[in-house]
Structure formats: structure tokens, C-alpha cells
């Protein structure tokens, strides 16, 4: 059992967040619990916590490496990250590189459709309205950030993707589109926060042709498809491989 030192700052959908002794820091814990279509559907699956743990310290590491600013400090345990303490901005940042999912109901875009080049929309962060999608002019009315912070956002974003695409693409994988959330850290900076996961990333497999069988993350859960620990199993399986490699 971990023993978590500190005040619980705030529980979310799939993570918990306490404070630490040095103010600017905070220990992440990332639970079991499975939720999808805002928390309608909700389940809880053994050893989901962990596996997003273990990818999201991989992956942050990863950009952290390519000049990527992220929240991320270090492991504590399995299911326990070191990260340092944000104001976290309200907005969730979509980028697709291939259609799926609500970019195909709400568009006649066709399903597996490349995007060139990638769509980028924001969303804002707000369970009760159901984290609708923005504008431009919808964002700027709600003044969530401002023009140069909006720009540095959009170059952080695009940069996480080429370096993510890239990387996923040599473990025979495509990315499909993934979900960034950002803040602002003790000194003003602008960092990537949350987690990079296959709960906010689309994973498909690309030496398995099924389009059922190659979904290796959430979509497992929303479409009842079964193999959700199977399938992050094998996405973490493949990022320690390569960590294997390099060292």
C-alpha cells in the first residue's frame, strides 16, 4: 500500500493530487478508475493506474529530452510521480493526426482519413458543460490565455507531436490523436501537465489490420472491445524495449 505524506489539493477522474513539503512540488497518484463519455460510463480496472504511471514518466521523459517543457520531476513509485505544482489552464488541446472517433460523427470526414496537415482544436475543460469544443472567437472571449501564451501552446503542441509521432511510429505504432493539458509553473513558465497516456491518446497498432483488434488504448473501454490492460500493457512492453536499446 503506498503511504501518501501530504493534504489531498484535488481528485479527479482518474488521478489524485496531494501537496508536498516544498510547496512547488506535488505528488501525483494515478488510480484504477475507468471513465468515458464524462464520467457516464465508470469502471474500475487493476493495474490501469500503474501502466499510465509508468508510459506518462516515459513519455514526459521523453520530451523533457527534446527541449519539451513538461511538469514532470520524477518517479516516486509505480503509481506515484514527483511534478511540480501548476495553475493549471482550463483548456484541453486536441491534436488528430488521422479521423476517428467525434471528428467522424459530428463531419462526413471518413474514418482512418490522414489529416495533413494535423488538426489542432481546443476544448474547454469543464465537466459540467461536457468540455465542448471552442472557437477561435469563443476562446478569445473567455480569455483562458493570452495571444502569445495561445501561439507558445500551439508550437509546444506541434513540436510533442512530430517528436510523438516519430517515436511511436519506430515502435510500429501510429498516434493517432492525443489530448495535452498545460499550465503555468511557479515561475510563470508554460509546461505540458496531466498525463501522455493511451487514456488521452489513440493508439493503433500497425502490424495488425483489424480495425478492432489494433486499438491499443481507451477505445478499448468506450467500445466494450475487452483487453484494456492487455492493450496498455503492450503500448508500455514496447516503450521499455526501446529504453532497453538505448541504454
Known sequence: M??????????????????????????IEFKNDATAFNAKKRSEIEGKGRLNCKISSALFEL????????????????TLMFAEKINVIPLEVVIRNIATGSLCRETPINEGTIL????????YKDDKLGDPILTERRLKLLDLISPSQKEEVENITKRANTILKEYFDSLDLLLVDFKLEFGLNSLGKLVIADEISPDNCRFWDKTNSDPKGRI????????????????????LKRIEKDLSHAS
Open 2 to 27: 503506498n503511504h501518501i505524506q501530504g493534504s489531498l489539493l484535488y481528485e479527479g477522474k482518474a488521478k489524485r493530487v496531494f501537496a508536498c513539503e516544498n510547496p512547488n512540488r506535488v505528488l
Open 63 to 78: 520530451l523533457e529530452s527534446n527541449g519539451i517543457p513538461t511538469h514532470f520531476l520524477e518517479l516516486h513509485s509505480e
Open 116 to 123: 495533413t496537415p494535423p488538426l489542432l482544436e481546443y476544448y
Open 216 to 235: 491499443l488504448d481507451k477505445d478499448r473501454f468506450r467500445q466494450d472491445l475487452g483487453g484494456v490492460i492487455d492493450a496498455y500493457e503492450e503500448i
